[in-house]
């Protein structure tokens, strides 16, 4: 069974950094794309970056393109998101998604992929930036 389990979330000033973990059981890291979105209260659910199996292929939307790095450990069935220069704009849960069966390249999946074709998501790790 596929599961996904978040941490690392937590408060941090305006210009921190936070680094995200996604533990993946089930055998689905080296075979599948992985991901985060995330949610904002009364807000969308927005695809934040996605990576995928072959070297290179990554996504990042453009909210955070240049301040989040997304890597993954695949010894450690583990997918990192570095969150650099934490803005008043990203505090959300951020949730990791990926799928059950095999996924297109994430340059593919993009953003709205993250948030509606990735049927796995974990329960999510909260993310804060205040002064």
């Known amino acids: 069974q596929v599961q996904l389990v978040e941490s690392g979330g937590g408060t941090v000033q305006p210009g921190g950094s936070l680094r995200l973990s996604c533990v993946a059981s089930?055998?689905?890291?080296?075979?599948?794309?992985i991901g985060w979105f995330r949610q904002a209260p009364g807000m969308e659910r927005e695809g934040v970056s996605c990576i995928g199996r072959s070297a290179g292929d990554t996504y990042y939307s453009d909210s955070v393109k240049g301040r989040f790095t997304i890597s993954r450990d695949d010894d450690k069935s583990t997918v990192y998101l570095q969150m650099n220069n934490l803005q008043p704009g990203d505090p959300a849960v951020y949730y990791c998604v990926t799928s059950r069966t095999p996924t297109p390249p994430c340059a593919i999946i993009g953003g709205p992929g993250l948030v509606r074709s990735l049927e796995v998501w974990g329960r999510g790790t909260l993310v804060s930036v205040s002064s």
């Open positions: 089930g055998g689905v890291l080296g075979y599948h794309a």
